[in-house]
């Protein structure tokens, strides 16, 4: 389970959303190893924030429940429980979906 993650300093814990099965223009479907990975998902945890050189704690701009769109690589994947998810610096996080 994801509330067995707790995400430190300006890192964010997020599960991908999944997304429509891709087809083809003329409608074939992509199977799974030919896919691209959505670089959206839902943000489960975040960390405190960063520290800044004087020693304050900058708080995130995302929050748990948010929406987000990603770098396409960026995060770590980790698997627990057989689901996976990803943790993300704040800075691979390009926008929040309204």
Do not use: C, W
Not at 17 to 26: I, N
Not at 60 to 89: A, Q
Request: proline share 5%; net charge negative; hydrophobic share 35%.
């Amino acid at each position: 389970m994801a509330s067995k993650i707790k995400p430190l300093g300006d890192r964010i814990l997020a599960e991908r959303l999944d997304m429509d099965e891709p087809k083809s223009a003329g409608g074939i479907i992509i199977p799974d190893t030919a896919q691209e990975k959505p670089t959206e998902g839902k943000v489960l945890a975040v960390g405190r924030g960063r520290r800044l050189e004087n020693g304050q704690i900058m708080p995130l701009n995302v929050k748990k429940g948010d929406r987000i769109l990603f770098s396409k690589y960026g995060g770590t994947e980790i698997t627990v429980d057989g689901r996976e998810y990803l943790i993300l610096h704040e800075d691979d996080v390009i926008g929040v979906v309204s």
